[in-house]
């Protein structure tokens, strides 16, 4: 077929063609090796307080400072990075993609004052007293709120709304609803056809009665009667699923539905709320805007009109903020942190510390996990502040768990556990694994689509191999850990590690301490029975006592700590990454419970 | 056998094929994660709202029940509802097709553009020099990983030189066309809508031509092979020899009759768009069902995977027996089989 | 057989080795396809057996050295977690060649089976068999491969077991059509007529002549199998982290992508060059093969 002449030909002409390539290839990659390379990150300085409160407060006003020259009618477009919400309605949602939309349209009867969890002030309602026995509250409400549809607000919608989230028992069930109240005698039809604005006498008696959960005083007073005392009451009211929707619009869009029967229509759209903002537009899988409430009965916002885009590529999202068309991003994944680390205009969040937290959970009930000194050599053989350097490039703290620094309930004084590699050996050794022999390779299970998880993990494996375990990594997809993670009784591939991550479902500690010390948890990743930790994460759960639960609370961290089931690695800015936003964003508030952005407040200055 | 009857006959054997891939998928998503429901409510969920939903989606029910409960809902309209986006899959499907079927075009058009040329200088120079940098080109198509060609896009274009956009459909401050057909680029033009026009153009470019860099050599490939097949073909030369220029034969006889292989060009570069669609969308974000059936894979959304693979199924069933028929009319001697 | 034919055969066979090298010589190509290939499948063979002679170590993290640019000391750059890429890379290699292995082998054995079972019997078995090939076929690979892979769970068996399943429909059809033709051949109906029993036919005369072409068609294929290996490792199924394949390291490069591009490309462009030797070496067989150049 070939001749020796063409040969020759042929021979050099694709020599040529594939030297080229090859050149091509080499100086691309010569460019590429010649950009800048990361710069150093800054971490952030302790905890500061800034103070302003933005929701608006029952008794004080807004305080928001040089917002003078700050003109209103702005724009803000913010770059969400965390993935859409699954709906917007309270009674459905758990995820905090939908619950910073949540915050932002709906309101509930109190939320946080400043930027801490420890005390309340009213939003919806102006003020409250509590029995002594921590089984009564009540609430006074505003008389000047209307819904984004000009209706007045009254008691009968709070009823109305709380009866909603106990009788259709959605997935926030377990925050408020059927964990804080009894249905009674109410049933889907008294929700369905009560008239909320204007009840009738029969009505009002059915509302007014004083034994059920939720009683309506008087048109602007509620209180609610708790089986027993619930000491985190508060906290989960200021929670989203406590947002009040407008009862006539679910009844005429599907109604209250039965129980764990999801509403679509309302979770499509959202409902009329109270809070400053309403949804003007959701395009699935790119934005949701937020326009003003017409009827807000707060100071009016800045920012009248707020575009969140649902960016799925971060690296994007980091270009849309430096280049000016995005003004907020939320969050930066920590990987990413030095492509926008010391960009000039884009502050980190830095303010403080949130409630999210990661550890393993080392299984108790797995040989040879089941023996306290190896789960102590474990603990004391991961260097965690080399992660917390150079996985989340500072931003996050080691602490002492299961309750979160900043907390009520955290005791500054119980040190977590520190790296040091020869009392790790020491315990291996006199637990009878000199070196780590005899012991079996231990299983470590954690989701995928985290490069920050994927990171740590590995790391851990070569902490551990250090003192002679050897770890197996499985990563799963996060439905299958959900899958592995949440079921109980445990699966029979259930691991020996498993990696763990918390998010506050409402600030208050047994929020945590419960979730994972009780036995009766399923969140008792560690499988831990001990009878004095169920037995005083019960009393803290239903004492009415402040001091008692402190008291409480204590012993089970000094408790936690001497068992070594829970390895605590960090509590971090934010669970996924560091909020960021450009420097004429003023007025950002912060709060270690608040999801997302809170955008009543902030003012653009000067605006470009 | 007429050619009616030659029809009927290859559709009628489509449907056991039908069924057959549906209740393949449904069974391997069932049987392996026989509990999703966790994964669709989220981890603390009651119980009680496990079980309804559960109840909801007939998931305590023997395999073949669920499988009946939902073909049947399918034939009637009722596709189901994600669980994961809540929305009904035929909505989500509906939303999400005419973007792939943009890209595919666009893609195909390109591949075309490329391919087409390719292969007819291929054939005419078959055996001498210029071959080879072809061949080289096309080995190039084909061995190049589809994650890998469109991330070189991605990086060149848009992040170093910054004159692309990386991701997405069209500019996200924009709003989108008036829905008429769905596909933005054909939309906006029907509208008039310049800036859209624009946006969604330049937001194509890249995907549609990292998808065709995946089938512009079975283009290329098809269209040498049967140019190299009329060009040896008696009329050519006989043609050659009644002293026509050689270009002329080339262009009228040759490929003229070399297009009527676009039939398995395009039965073939379809099953591979359809598999191209899936990375490809998902590095660009490109809203399409290629980037739905990933992410409906990833989180367990069985309606959702049900749905697409029905619409996947169907799609490669209507185009094969398409181009069955196709070779059917063409060549009679194909219906007596 | 006669000694003699056998005599004859063996003959024949070192010619065709000698063609076959000639043939290989003639084109640079070639020889890159033939040498990159036996040297990497030799390689991944050795390192299959005893991964330490890579080098690389996954337990030896030290994030103090994470994500440097390539140098002489790391010619491919660190990790996240940093560890030497390039040793990485060649610890990984073997594991894209063992799966493309394994899955091209099982394809092939499957599809020669069923496919010329299908086409020397027709009838009713043929239509089955087509029916259910069909049913493999109509589905998008890659869609149904992600579907396995995503039910089974990641892991390196998982993901073999998902494409295997996927991969062999081909090599049926292709079987069955070899087969077809192979049956109207007059030598056949020779030796049906001189008296040779149906199973001798089809091991001695039918079989040898499917699976020639098949193999020019294996050949190429590896390289495909290794893209779709790479594709269910870059969307994070696939072999799990520390010992990922080539795939699953771009997927975790990603990540760092604009400012630390090599991470992902170099691994990436292995890949690409190892796909395009097997491509060229495809090439080659098929040339091998064909009538026209067995003058």
Redesign the interface.
């Known amino acids: ?2 001749t020796n002449k ?1 040969r020759k ?2 021979n050099r ?2 020599a040529v ?2 030297v080229v ?1 090859v050149v091509i290839v080499i100086a ?1 990659s010569v ?1 590429a090796v010649s950009r800048p390379s990361k710069t150093s990150t800054t971490p952030p300085t302790s905890t500061t307080s800034s103070s302003t409160t933005s929701t608006g407060s029952g008794s004080s006003t807004t305080t928001t400072s040089t917002s003078a020259g700050a003109p209103y009618n702005e724009t803000l ?1 913010v770059a969400e990075t965390l993935g859409e919400p ?2 917007l309605d309270v009674a459905w949602s ?2 905090a993609p939908a619950y910073e939309i949540e915050q932002n349209i709906y309101q509930g009867l109190v939320w946080y004052q400043g930027n801490s969890t420890n005390s309340y002030v009213g939003v919806l309602a102006t003020n409250w007293s509590v029995t002594p026995d921590g089984l009564t509250y009540t609430f006074s409400l505003r008389h000047d709120v209307r819904f984004s549809n000009g209706a007045p607000f009254n008691a009968y919608d709070v009823w109305f709304n709380y009866y909603r989230l106990t009788l259709n ?3 926030p ?2 925050i408020l609803g ?1 964990a804080t109240f009894t249905p009674g005698n109410i049933t889907l039809q008294d929700l369905n056809t009560f008239n909320f604005t204007d009840p009738t006498p029969a009505q009002l008696a059915v509302m007014e009665n004083p034994n059920q959960s939720i009683q309506v005083v008087n048109e602007y007073t509620i209180a609610f009667h708790l089986a027993h005392p619930i000491p985190s009451f508060m906290a989960r009211l200021a929670a989203p699923p406590g947002g009040i929707e407008y009862p006539q619009f679910i009844q005429e869009h599907g109604g209250v539905q039965a ?4 509403n ?1 229509y309302v ?2 759209n959202g409902a009329p709320g109270t809070g400053p903002y309403v949804v003007s537009s959701w ?5 949701i805007t937020l326009t003003l409430n017409p009827y807000y009965w707060g100071p009016r916002p800045h920012v009248s009109k707020v ?1 969140i ?1 649902y ?3 971060t ?2 999202a980091i270009n849309d903020l430096k280049s000016g ?1 995005a003004q907020m991003l939320y969050t930066v994944p920590f990987n990413l942190l030095p492509d926008i680390n010391s960009t000039p205009g884009v502050i980190l969040e830095s303010h403080g510390l949130s409630y999210d937290i990661a550890w393993l959970s080392l299984n108790t009930q797995a040989y040879p996990l089941n023996i306290t000194d190896v789960r102590l050599a474990i603990n004391y053989a991961v260097n965690r502040t080399q992660i917390i350097d150079k996985v989340l490039y500072g931003y996050g703290v080691p602490f002492q768990g299961p309750i979160p620094i900043g907390m009520f309930g955290h005791n500054n004084s119980i040190m977590p556990i520190g790296y040091n590699l020869s009392k790790a050996k020491q315990l291996l050794a006199e637990a009878g694994f000199p070196g780590g022999k005899g012991i079996p390779p231990l299983t470590l299970l954690y989701y995928t689509g985290d490069p920050v998880v994927l990171a740590t993990v590995q790391i851990i494996q070569s902490d551990l191999a250090q003192i002679g375990i050897t770890v197996t990594l499985e990563g799963v ?4 850990y ?2 592995i ?3 109980v009784p445990r699966v029979s591939n259930y691991p020996d590690i498993l990696w763990s991550v918390w998010f506050p ?1 409402f600030a208050y500690p047994d929020d945590y301490a419960y979730s994972f010390e009780n036995i009766n948890s ?2 008792d990743n560690s499988n831990v029975n001990n009878t004095l930790l169920n037995l005083w994460t019960t009393e803290a759960l239903n004492s009415a006592n402040l001091t008692q639960q402190a008291i409480l609370y204590s012993k089970i961290t000094e408790l936690d700590k001497q068992l070594g089931d829970n390895v605590w690695l960090w509590q971090s800015v934010v669970g996924y990454g560091v909020p960021a936003y450009a420097s004429n964003v003023h007025n950002v508030y912060w709060n270690p419970i608040l999801y997302g952005y809170n955008y009543s407040a902030i003012y653009i200055y000067p605006y470009s | 056998m007429g050619i009616g009857g030659f029809i009927a006959r290859r559709a009628l ?1 489509t449907i ?3 069924f ?2 549906t209740f ?2 449904f069974f ?2 069932h ?3 026989p ?2 429901v ?2 669709w ?6 119980p ?2 496990l ?3 559960a ?2 989606y007939h998931l305590k029910a023997p395999l073949y029940l669920q499988y009946y409960y939902y073909m049947s809902g399918l034939f009637e309209g009722n596709w189901g ?1 994600s669980p ?4 009904p899959v035929l909505q989500l499907i509906e ?1 999400y097709f005419p973007a792939t079927i943009e890209l595919s075009i666009a893609a195909l058009i390109l591949s075309l553009v490329i391919g087409l040329p390719i292969g007819v200088l291929s054939a005419l120079w078959s ?4 071959d ?2 072809i ?2 080109l096309y ?2 198509g ?7 060609v469109a ?2 896009f991605q ?2 274009f848009a ?2 030189f910054r004159i692309l956009p ?3 459909q069209l500019s ?2 924009l709003a ?1 066309p008036a829905h008429i057909t769905g596909m933005y680029i054909v939309d906006s033009l029907l509208t008039h809508n310049w800036p859209d026009l624009v946006s969604s153009v330049r937001h194509i470019i890249l995907p549609a031509t990292a998808l065709s860099i995946i089938t512009f050599p079975i283009v290329s490939r098809i269209t040498r092979s049967s140019m190299l097949d009329t060009l040896q073909k008696d009329y050519v030369r006989t043609a050659k020899s009644k002293g026509l220029p050689s270009s002329v034969v080339t262009f009228r006889h040759a490929l003229r009759n070399a297009l009527t292989s676009t039939i398995t060009v395009i039965g073939f570069a379809l ?1 591979l768009l ?3 669609t ?2 490809i969308e ?1 590095i660009f ?1 490109w ?1 399409g069902i290629g980037e739905f ?2 992410t409906s ?4 959304d069985f309606p959702s ?1 049900m749905g ?2 029905v619409v ?2 169907l799609v ?2 209507v185009t ?1 027996l398409v181009v069955d028929v196709a070779y059917g009319l063409l060549d009679p001697r194909v219906r007596i089989q | 057989m006669s000694t003699e034919a056998e005599a004859g055969m063996d003959e024949s066979r070192a010619e065709s080795l000698k063609l076959f090298l000639n043939l290989a010589r003639s084109n640079p ?1 070639y020889v890159f396809g033939l040498f990159f290939t036996v040297v990497y499948l030799g390689y991944s063979l050795v390192a299959g057996i005893d991964p330490a002679i890579t080098g690389f170590n996954p337990l030896h993290t030290n994030v103090d050295l994470q994500l440097l640019p390539p140098s002489l000391r790391y010619p491919f750059g660190t990790d996240d977690v940093g560890r030497n890429l390039f040793l990485e890379v060649l610890y990984g290699a073997p594991i894209d060649a063992g799966a493309s292995v394994a899955i091209v082998l099982f394809s092939f054995t499957v599809g020669l089976l069923t496919g010329s079972i299908a086409g020397y019997f027709g009838g009713w078995v043929d239509e089955v068999i087509m ?2 090939t ?2 493999f ?7 149904l491969a ?3 892979a ?3 769970g990641p892991g390196l068996l998982n993901a073999i077991f998902a494409i295997a399943v996927v991969w062999w429909p081909v090599y049926t059809r292709l079987a069955r059509g070899e087969t077809l033709t192979v049956k109207e051949q007059q030598y056949i109906t020779a030796a049906k007529a001189a008296g040779v029993g149906r199973a001798r036919l089809v091991v001695d005369h039918v079989l040898p002549n499917v699976v020639v072409p098949m193999v020019a068609y294996a050949t190429a294929d590896f ?1 495909n199998v290794i ?1 779709l290996f ?2 269910l490792g ?3 199924l696939g072999a799990q982290p520390p010992h990922s394949d080539l ?1 699953r390291i ?1 997927y975790d490069g ?1 990540n760092y ?2 400012f630390a ?1 090599w991470y ?2 170099l691994p ?2 292995t ?2 060059v190892i ?2 030797a ?3 070496l495809g ?1 080659l067989v098929r040339d091998f093969l064909d009538p026209r150049t067995r003058r």
């Open positions: 077929m070939l063409r030909g042929v002409t694709l063609v594939l390539v691309a460019y477009v699954s709906g758990t995820d028992n959605g997935p069930g377990y059927p129980n764990g029967t999801e679509t979770d499509a395009i699935h899988g790119q934005s575009v885009e960016v799925t590529n690296l994007d068309s997809t996060q439905a299958t959900f899958n993670a949440a079921t479902d399923v969140f | 054997l056991p094929v039908f057959g891939v393949l998928t391997i998503s049987v392996a994660v509990n999703p966790l994964a409510a989220g981890e603390k969920a009651s009680q709202t079980q309804a939903i109840a909801e509802v994961v986006v809540h929305l939303t055996g001498r020099r210029l080879y940098p061949r080289v080995l190039t084909i061995a190049s990983p589809p994650f890998l991330l070189g990086l060149v992040y170093y990386s991701q997405g996200p401050s989108p099953e359809l598999s191209g899936i990375v998902s974000f809203p059936t990933a894979i990833l989180s367990l995977i697409v693979t996947y199924t490669v069933i094969n | 190509l029916r259910v069909d049913i076929l109509a589905f998008p690979g890659l869609v992600v579907a396995v995503a039910a089974l390289g893209i790479s594709v870059f969307l994070g795939g771009v990603l992508i604009q591009p992902p490309i990436g462009l890949i690409f796909v395009l097997f491509a060229f090439d």
